[in-house]
């Protein structure tokens, strides 16, 4: 009997499609690093999309703090839309960094996500802020 992942095919062609506009839409986190140790922040902005209490705990350096269920056109009318907005959350398990991605999308900004969050952030031993 075959696996269960084999029992839908997949092409090559359509991989690559898909993968590739996932790619488009996410950061990995060693990326994100490298650039904030180089000191290359222009051109975006890190959103931490939980609550005011997780981004008071911890957060990646310079992040701003806008939950994702606040996201409006009034909380949003002093961002620069020339900017790109890197959102974030918890984990793999969460999916604040997604909606507020999205909320931020529907508004008209451009968007990424930061893949695994802030968890894989420090599981890296990457540095954080607090308070």
């Not at 092409?11 to 490298?34: I, K, N, Q, T, W």
């Not at 931490?48 to 209490?53: A, L, M, N, V």
């Not at 620069?80 to 909606?99: G, P």
Request: negative net charge; aromatic residues 10%.
């Amino acid at each position: 009997m075959k696996p269960r992942i084999l029992s839908l095919p997949s092409e090559a062609s359509s991989a690559v499609e898909y993968f590739g506009r996932e790619l488009a839409f996410e950061v990995d986190p060693v990326d994100l690093a490298l650039d904030l140790a180089d000191g290359r922040t222009d051109g975006y902005v890190l959103v931490e999309t939980r609550s005011p209490g997780a981004y008071a705990e911890a957060r990646l350096p310079g992040a701003i703090c806008l939950p994702y269920r606040e996201i409006t056109e009034e909380s949003t009318r002093d961002l620069d839309r020339n900017l790109v907005y890197v959102c974030y959350c918890e984990s793999i398990y969460c999916n604040a960094a997604t909606q507020g991605a999205y909320r931020l999308a529907r508004l008209g900004f451009t968007v990424k996500r930061l893949s695994g969050g802030i968890t894989t952030w420090l599981a890296h031993g990457y540095p954080t802020e607090a308070g």
